[in-house]
C-alpha cells in the first residue's frame, strides 16, 4: 500500500473514531445528567429517554464533526501538532457545532433541548477528542510507525 493511500486510510479511521467520540460525549452527558440534577438539588427526571429525545443532535453533530475538524486541518500533519493547536481546532469545531444547535434549537421552537445534556455534552466531548488526539500523536510518532 502506498504511503498516501496509508495516510488516507489512517485519516478516515481517525474521522470515524472521532464521530464514535461525538457520540459517546453526549451518551456520557446523558448518564450524568441525572447525578448532576440531584447533587444541585433539582429534580431528577425519571423514566424519561433524553437521549432519544434529543436524537436530532446526535443527527447532527456525529457526522459534521469530523467534517469540520478536517475543515479546520485538524486531521493535517498529525504527527508534529502540538496540543496547543488541536485545543484550538477543536475549540473553532465545537463553537461552530454550538451555534448550528443552539440556531437549529431556536428556529425550530424545540421546546426540550435538554440544556444540561448539551452543556455537559460538548465539554465531555472536546475532552474525549483531545485525548484521543494525543494518544493518536503519540502512537504515529512511535518509532515503528514510520
Known amino acids: ?3 498516501g ?12 473514531t472521532d464521530a464514535a467520540v ?6 456520557l452527558a446523558s448518564i450524568l445528567r441525572n447525578p448532576i440534577r440531584e447533587w444541585a438539588g433539582m429534580v431528577p427526571m425519571a ?5 432519544l429525545e434529543m436524537s436530532w443532535v446526535l443527527y447532527i453533530t456525529v457526522p459534521f464533526t469530523p467534517l469540520l475538524l478536517e475543515y479546520f486541518g485538524f486531521y493535517r500533519e498529525a504527527r508534529r501538532k502540538s496540543g496547543r493547536e488541536a485545543i484550538l481546532q477543536i475549540a ?23 440544556r444540561l445534556i ?5 465539554p465531555i466531548m472536546a475532552f474525549l477528542l483531545l485525548l ?9 510518532r512511535a518509532p515503528e510507525h514510520f
Open 1 to 3: 500500500m502506498s504511503p
Open 5 to 16: 493511500r496509508k495516510q488516507i486510510r489512517r485519516i478516515q479511521a481517525l474521522q470515524l
Open 22 to 27: 461525538a457520540w459517546l460525549g453526549f451518551w
Open 47 to 51: 423514566g424519561r429517554s433524553v437521549l
Open 92 to 114: 473553532k469545531t465545537l463553537a461552530v457545532m454550538g451555534v448550528v444547535l443552539g440556531s437549529i434549537s431556536f428556529f425550530c421552537r424545540l421546546q426540550d433541548a435538554g
Open 118 to 122: 448539551l452543556g455537559l455534552g460538548i
Open 132 to 140: 484521543r488526539d494525543r494518544i493518536a500523536c503519540r502512537w504515529m
